[in-house]
Each structure stands twice: as structure tokens, then as C-alpha cells.
């Protein structure tokens, strides 16, 4: 929706002041993007001002590496016998919600369900993206890294479609809004969602499917459970036909 209110405001200033050249300085790339392409779809002269370069750090290929790491060093710390253990109920939660009480650590959110939980058959899962390595040397009593669990699995499928589809003239055809084809606006988001995101999110239900598997709890408890881990303990959960219950992240307004 954003997007195509950005392209509307653009068409409607384009049309109103009918320029012979356009100077832009922003550094929004959507704005930039729809604006060289409406600039070159009505011959209008585009001057785009540089402002200073900024580092880019490449994100995915750091999740990768980390999620890696991650797995190799809770293998290393975290003994196969707490791995597999049999337990009743699995927290999935971030060691950033962990408050220390004492010598132990608390999880601020389901700290209070795990309390009342008879015999301790309970164990944490940590899925922090972005916890280090010392967080797992740190709270491993706490919590086992989901990555623990990973299933190495290259889905090439997703590629081989997208390869498809971007040769498919019908397909980017399909963009066309109101005289203006978006595709090469959406071109970079669909190829990331084909390429990286679907492989991803099948790596994390199957990982999540083989831990639920491994472990066999009766209920999965889950925070943030409309995040992309969330969601996948959510998907091996109804797989594994084991019911899951999501704690509300935040405060919602009336």
C-alpha cells in the first residue's frame, strides 16, 4: 500500500507540474526507484543528487553465518542429554527477556507459567537471531538454541520458479497499475521472498518440526509468536497436532 501511495503522489505531481526535469535528493530508495522510472517512462530529464555513501552491512549473509555458529557451539556447550530430554512443555522465548534473580535467570514473560509447572518438565528454547555466542555459554542452563535442532536442507525449488517467472512477460505484465507496470519496482522483493525467505522459512519449520519430534511436549508456549520463528513453532505444532499458546508481545491498544 505504501508503495503504490508513493507512485499515485508521484503520477499526481508529475501530471499537475508537467516538468522537463526533475532533481531528486533522498534517500529513500522506494521514492528513488519509482522515481527514475516514472521520469523515464515520460521522457522527463532526472538528476539524482549523491548525498554521502553509507556502508551497507550484507544482513542475510550474517544470519547465515550466525545461525551456523550458533549450531556448532550449542552442540559443543549444550549436552545431548538436555537436547533430547523428554519434556512436557517447551518455552520458546529470547535470552533478552531474561531478568537474573539470584543465581538464575527469570524470563520476564514466562517466568510465571514455568514456576507453577510441577517436576520442572519444562525446557527453554532460545530463538534470538541475534543473541551471541556468549549468550549460550552464559544461560545454558536457561535455554537451548533452536539452532540445536537445525536440518541442513538447500530448497532449490523456489529458485528454479522464480528463474521461471522472471522470463515470463504475462507474468510481469501483471503489475501493470493504472498505465505503469511495477515490476521492476517489486522485482527485488520477489526475488528475496523466492530465494531466500521461502528456503528459510521450510529450514526453520523442518528444524522446528524435528525438535518437537525429538523432544515430544505435550504444548508449546511461544513469544513473539508472529515473528518468522514463532510462526514456525506454530506450523510444526499442528503438524505434530500439539496445541500451542502465543503470549502477547507488548501492549495492545483498546
Not at 76 to 91: A, C, G, V, W
Not at 145 to 172: H, Q, T
Not at 190 to 208: C, G, N, V
Request: charged residues 30%.
Amino acid at each position: 500500500p505504501l508503495l503504490i501511495n508513493n507512485l499515485k503522489t508521484i503520477i499526481n505531481v508529475i501530471n499537475k507540474e508537467k516538468p522537463t526535469k526533475i532533481i531528486l535528493n533522498t534517500k529513500n530508495e522506494t521514492i528513488k526507484n519509482i522515481t527514475k522510472l516514472l521520469a523515464k517512462k515520460n521522457s522527463i530529464n532526472l538528476k539524482l543528487k549523491k548525498g554521502i555513501p553509507h556502508f551497507q552491512l550484507p544482513i542475510e549473509y550474517l544470519k547465515k553465518k550466525k545461525f551456523f555458529l550458533r549450531k556448532i557451539f550449542s552442540k559443543i556447550i549444550i549436552s545431548k542429554k538436555i537436547r533430547n530430554e523428554k519434556k512436557d512443555y517447551l518455552f520458546f522465548s529470547y535470552p533478552t527477556n531474561l531478568e537474573r534473580v539470584g543465581n538464575s535467570y527469570k524470563d520476564r514473560f514466562l517466568g510465571a507459567i514455568s514456576e507453577n509447572i510441577e517436576n520442572k518438565k519444562y525446557n527453554d528454547i532460545d530463538y534470538e537471531p541475534t543473541s551471541g555466542i556468549s549468550g549460550i555459554i552464559k544461560r545454558k542452563k536457561e535455554y537451548v538454541p533452536f539452532e540445536s535442532f537445525c536440518v541442513n536442507k538447500k530448497i532449490k525449488k523456489y529458485e528454479k520458479l522464480w528463474k521461471v517467472l522472471n522470463k515470463n512477460n504475462n507474468f510481469k505484465k501483471s503489475f501493470d497499475f493504472e498505465g505503469t507496470n511495477i515490476y521492476p519496482l517489486l522485482k527485488d522483493k520477489i526475488k528475496f521472498i523466492l530465494t531466500k525467505r521461502s528456503s528459510e522459512a521450510i529450514k526453520y519449520i523442518e528444524t522446528a518440526n524435528k525438535l518437537l519430534k525429538t523432544v515430544q511436549p505435550k504444548k508449546t508456549i511461544i513469544t513473539d509468536e508472529t515473528g518468522f520463528y514463532g510462526r514456525s513453532i506454530i506450523v510444526a505444532s499442528k503438524l505434530n497436532k500439539i496445541p500451542s499458546v502465543g503470549i502477547m508481545h507488548g501492549l495492545s491498544n483498546p
